[in-house]
C-alpha cells in the first residue's frame, strides 16, 4: 500500500521555497487564514509575526493552530500540521535571518532589514501534534476517497 510522505520527502517538500497558511481562532472562535513564511526544521515549523497583528493577537489568546502548506502544479502535493503555538524567547534575530533567507535576496533582505528594527516582532514554533501529508502521483488521491488515514508518521 503507498503512504503518505516519508520523512525524507516530507523534508524535502518543506524545504522548496513556497508559503504556508496558518489557520488561527479569533475572539469569537471563528477562523482566520493567513499566508505566512516559515523554515520547517528538526519536525518544527518557525515564524514570525508581530505580537500587536491580529495573528499575533490571536496565537496569544488561543495557540491551537493549523497550517497548510501545498504545491500548486500537478500531481498536488501536501502537508497539513495541527499543534501548538509557542513564542521563543531566544534567538529572534537568527530566526527572522534564516526565514528571511529562505525567501531570496530581492525579498527577503528588505524585509529582513524591517523586521529587525520592529521591537514588538517575535517568532514563533510549532511542534505539530499531528502532521497529514499527501501526493497523488503516489495514488493519495485514490486513498483519500476511500477515507483511508494520511497521517504521516513523526
Known sequence: MTMPLSKTQ?????????????????????????????????????????????????????????????????????????GTALLLRDGRDEWLRKIGFRYGKREGKPWLLEALKQPDRVVIAVKPDQLLSWDYSQGDAERQGRGVSMVTKG
Open 10 to 82: 516530507l523534508k524535502r517538500f518543506l524545504n522548496e521555497t513556497r508559503l504556508a497558511h496558518i489557520a488561527t481562532a479569533s475572539i469569537d472562535g471563528k477562523p482566520r487564514v493567513n499566508p505566512i513564511w516559515f523554515v520547517y526544521e528538526n519536525g518544527s515549523f518557525y515564524f514570525t509575526t508581530r505580537m500587536g497583528r491580529l495573528k499575533g493577537r490571536h496565537i496569544q489568546q488561543n495557540p491551537h493552530v493549523a497550517l497548510s502548506v501545498a504545491s500548486d502544479k500537478r500531481p498536488y502535493r501536501a502537508v497539513c500540521a495541527f
